[in-house]
């Protein structure tokens, strides 16, 4: 009797495991290479010129650019609005020629004049080269930064841009041209910056020490900067040539 009741445990064990499948960690690719669904410009209904998937990768090049988009006045901006997201982990691959800049922006809400005056921003950008390149001096000066020619740490790649520098010990930038990849780990007990495999910043979102960066800094004059705690994701378009491959996010 008791070897049956034993047996019986095992089966009833057995078949609840089969109708648990659900995997404990599930990504949802929100770009795959095929398909640009759910994405749309910022306060948009459809991407902005210059956007296309080559060879599965979704790229932005100002020679995608047709005649009649010209006189285009919309955001450049991209975000994928089919789902708002609030504690989540994030990966994306990404490359930024000579020059580039941009950024991948969360927790975006439409209505504003961009969705940087709401929306944190994980920094892309050709730390070695940008400088040489653009004239950073009159900006810098601006908001105070020392050795204004140079980008400075608020601005490098994987800094939340303007915020929190990421850790130059830690960081592993493949050069402009390459690929790297970055993860965004987002709860309201903890914000993760990764770049190729590495954490490379950590902060606490709505602290103390936030609080006292966000009303001393940039955002000072915008008070929506960073509030919201749920909302879309995106990237952010400087008028560089962009590529993104592999996005997929998981709710945490």
Known sequence: MIKAIFYLIIIFSLVGCQFNTKPVEYWDYVFDGSSTDGWRAYNGDSMPPGWKIIGNVLTFNTTQILEEDYDYKGSRDIIYGAEAFDDFELYVEWKIPMGGNSGILYHIREGYGGAQEVAPEYQLIDDENYALIHDLVDYNMSVGFENPSKLHPLQQTASDYAMFPADPSKKELNPAGEWNNSRIIFTQEK?????????VLSFVPWSEEWY?????????????????????????DHGSDLWFRNIKIKKL
């Open 191 to 199: 914000v993760e910056y990764w770049l190729n495999g590495k954490e």
């Open 212 to 236: 006292k960066k966000k009303n001393s800094g940039k955002w000072d004059n915008l008070p929506d900067y960073g509030k919201f705690r749920s909302g879309f994701i995106g990237f952010q």
